[in-house]
């Protein structure tokens, strides 16, 4: 199991499908890393065979790039539907990685997301946890995606 290829594979399917858009990775950080810059992130709780979650750690003109697209319009400001859009991609990213997870024997749970606004904030938690953090380019602008589990 490639928890780095699986991630970027998950992510690329989603955009791809569900927004006509291509990715390009930029970087996969395993291990401890330092601040994401986010102003929203949404992330999905995982449980039975692998514990932990996953997040969507955006800027806010990816937020509203991705939103506008969903959309079909321009996006002004973060708002509720900003928070389900983000909230939507943590959704179908975590449930491709279910998904792969399956093929490799591993049975998971997904929660439902939850989302934050703001800059600057932490998670703690899972202390032992495997940390694998893709970071993907779009339309020049960066996001990332986060997978903390055991």
């Not at 279910?98 to 049975?107: H, R």
Request: proline share 2%.
């Amino acid at each position: 199991m490639n928890v780095g290829q699986d991630i970027i594979d998950s992510t690329k399917e989603v955009f791809s499908t569900m927004l006509m858009i291509e990715l390009e990775v930029v970087e996969v950080i395993e291990g401890r890393g330092g601040d994401i810059p986010a102003n929203i992130t949404s992330m999905i709780g995982l449980g039975k065979d692998i514990r932990g979650m996953l997040a969507v750690h955006c800027p806010a003109a990816v937020a509203k790039g991705i939103t506008g697209t969903f959309l079909g319009m321009e996006v002004e400001e973060i708002g509720e539907d900003v928070k389900d859009a983000i909230g939507e991609i943590a959704n179908m990213v975590a449930g491709n990685l279910k998904v792969s997870f399956a093929e490799a024997g591993k049975d998971i749970e997904l929660a439902i997301p939850t989302t934050i606004i703001g800059e600057s904030f932490r998670t703690s938690g899972m202390s032992g946890a495997q940390r694998v953090v893709v970071q993907f380019s779009m339309n020049d602008d960066l996001f990332m995606i986060e997978l903390k589990f055991r």
